[in-house]
């Protein structure tokens, strides 16, 4: 059983920039693939940003170039740095530990609203 305690949410300016953080109850190096997810009322889940065991990073079209996702091994931590938000960017997101099985936070809501 993986715990994972998400922060960092909150309301900002179009063009700003928000920094989210994913807290693991276990090593994260034990953890196959560690992802954030975002969920927009109405629309399915989504994936957004991945870091796999051995570093290799994945983002979703849409936010590349914007979005950076990094670990902490020593901290168990996985942050989700987002730039340049856009409206299109509000929703809740979820951080995500996949091991065979899939863990879930509890999600932290992201709202960019002039």
């Known amino acids: 059983q993986v715990q994972l305690v998400e922060s960092g949410g909150g309301t900002v300016q179009p063009g700003g920039s928000l920094r989210l953080s994913c807290v693991a109850s276990?090593?994260?190096?034990?953890?196959?693939?560690m992802s954030w997810f975002r969920q927009a009322p109405g629309n399915q889940r989504e994936l957004v940003a991945a870091?796999?065991?051995?570093?290799?990073?994945h983002y979703a079209r849409v936010v590349e170039g914007r979005f950076t996702i990094s670990r902490d091994l020593a901290k168990n931590t996985v942050t989700l740095q987002m730039n340049n938000l856009k409206p299109d960017d509000t929703a809740v997101y979820y951080c995500?530990?996949?091991?065979?099985?899939?863990?879930w936070g509890q999600g932290t809501q992201v709202t960019v609203s002039l």
């Open positions: 870091i796999f065991r051995g570093g290799t990073t």
């Open positions: 276990q090593n994260i190096s034990d953890i196959y693939q």
């Open positions: 995500n530990g996949h091991t065979g099985f899939d863990y």
